[in-house]
C-alpha cells in the first residue's frame, strides 16, 4: 500500500505561481514514476508532468516553459513549481505513483492522492 498526500494548492490571480508537494509513504521499496495529473470541472483527468527515478521528465504541451517538476527519492516526494499561471490551470491537481517495488516485487497497482485544488483568478 502506498499513500500520497498532495499540499500546496491556492486561490492565485493570473500571472502568479505555486509550488505543489506530494509526499508517498507506506510500504514500498522504490518508486519508479511519480507525477502529477489535473482534473477541470466538466473534463477528463490529463497528465501535466511526470518523473522517473532517473530524473527524466515528461511535460504537457501546454505548461512547457511554465511548470517544472522535481523529486527527492530518499524522501519520497514529488514537487510542481507553477509559474506564469492561467486561468486554464484550474483544476484539482492529483500526485500519482506508478510502477512500484515492494517486497514482494513489481505492484501492479499505481496509487493517487485525494488531490489538492487550484484556482487562477483572470
Known amino acids: 500500500q502506498v499513500q500520497l498526500v498532495e499540499s500546496g494548492g491556492d486561490l492565485v490571480q493570473a500571472g502568479g505561481s505555486l509550488r505543489l508537494s506530494c509526499v508517498a509513504s507506506?510500504?514500498?521499496?522504490?518508486?519508479?514514476?511519480m507525477g502529477w495529473y489535473r482534473q477541470a470541472p466538466g473534463k477528463q483527468r490529463e497528465v501535466v508532468a511526470t518523473i522517473i527515478s532517473a530524473g527524466s521528465t515528461n511535460y504537457a504541451e501546454s505548461v512547457k516553459g511554465r511548470f517544472t517538476i522535481s523529486r527527492d527519492s530518499a524522501k519520497n516526494t514529488v514537487d510542481l513549481q507553477m509559474n506564469s499561471l492561467k486561468p486554464e490551470d484550474t483544476a484539482v491537481y492529483y500526485c500519482?505513483?506508478?510502477?512500484?517495488?515492494?517486497?514482494?516485487?513489481?505492484?501492479?497497482?499505481?496509487?493517487w492522492g485525494k488531490g489538492t485544488l487550484v484556482t487562477v483568478s483572470s
Open positions: 500519482n505513483a506508478n510502477q512500484i517495488l515492494t517486497s514482494s516485487g513489481w505492484s501492479g497497482i499505481e496509487y
Open positions: 507506506g510500504s514500498f521499496w522504490r518508486i519508479v514514476t
